[in-house]
């Protein structure tokens, strides 16, 4: 079976730097995603990770680690539209296929 | 055209009654998904089609629920006999396979159902 998790909710201020961890268990792993979600609207790609390293893109970088089941979204000089939720997911190809698994999203408040 | 579009965006019924949603995918994308977001979850994986070929259904799924995509672009959800556990964002997303590495989906804005 798969398992994702994240943390629920984490708090920042604006110029900082956040780093949303996640987890996962899967049988036959296949690519990590990471997308940002602002309340009421669909979900953004934000990033992907299949190979263990960093991927970086502007001020948002992905982390993976397959050995350990671990990634993390690192999100730097945080401003106040940053303020949504952030979602794990991965794709497990003896789970749902190219479909992917998503956790339950960390919402991230910043505040000034 | 701009992205996924889905229709309606909100749509509120009674317990027992059929509805059926629309999504229209980026043009050239060959891949349709369907997902289902409650309050405070991820989106759960529902279905997905490779052109009109429905290729994979979560094990969640219910009978109720039922997906087509005739001719390869827009798709339809149907759920029938609605139940207040039905009550959700459903989401789609398109995807172009091969094209952007890891088979990136693009979502659209999700038809709000609640079942009263």
């Known amino acids: 079976g798969q398992n994702i998790d994240q943390p629920t909710e984490m708090t920042a201020t604006e110029g900082a730097i956040v780093q949303i961890n996640c987890t996962y268990q899967?049988?036959?792993?296949?690519?990590l995603f990471w997308y940002q979600q602002h309340a009421g609207e669909a979900p953004t790609f934000l990033s992907y990770n299949v190979l263990d390293g960093l991927e970086e893109k502007g001020r948002f970088s992905s982390f993976l680690s397959r050995s350990k089941g671990y990634s993390y979204l690192l999100l730097k000089e945080l401003q106040m539209k940053d303020s949504a939720s952030y979602l794990c997911?991965?794709?497990?190809?003896?789970?749902?296929?190219?479909?992917?698994?998503f956790g339950k999203g960390t919402t991230l408040s910043v505040s000034s | 055209d701009t992205g996924v579009s889905q229709d309606p965006r909100h749509k509120i019924t009674k317990r027992g009654q059929n509805v059926t949603f629309r999504c229209d995918p980026i043009s050239e994308h060959n891949r349709l998904y369907w997902y289902r977001q409650t309050l405070g979850q991820g989106p759960e994986f529902l279905t997905y089609f490779q052109n009109e070929a429905q290729l994979e259904k979560s094990r969640l799924l219910s009978d109720r629920f039922s997906a087509e995509r005739p001719k390869g672009s827009f798709s339809t959800l149907e759920i029938q006999r609605t139940e207040q556990g039905d009550s959700a964002m459903y989401l789609c997303?398109?995807?172009?396979?091969?094209?952007?590495?890891?088979?990136?989906?693009?979502f659209g804005p999700g038809t709000r159902l609640t079942v009263l």
């Open positions: 997911a991965v794709r497990d190809r003896d789970q749902a296929g190219t479909a992917l698994i």
């Open positions: 899967t049988s036959g792993f296949n690519g």
């Open positions: 997303a398109s995807s172009t396979f091969p094209g952007l590495a890891g088979d990136q989906q693009f």
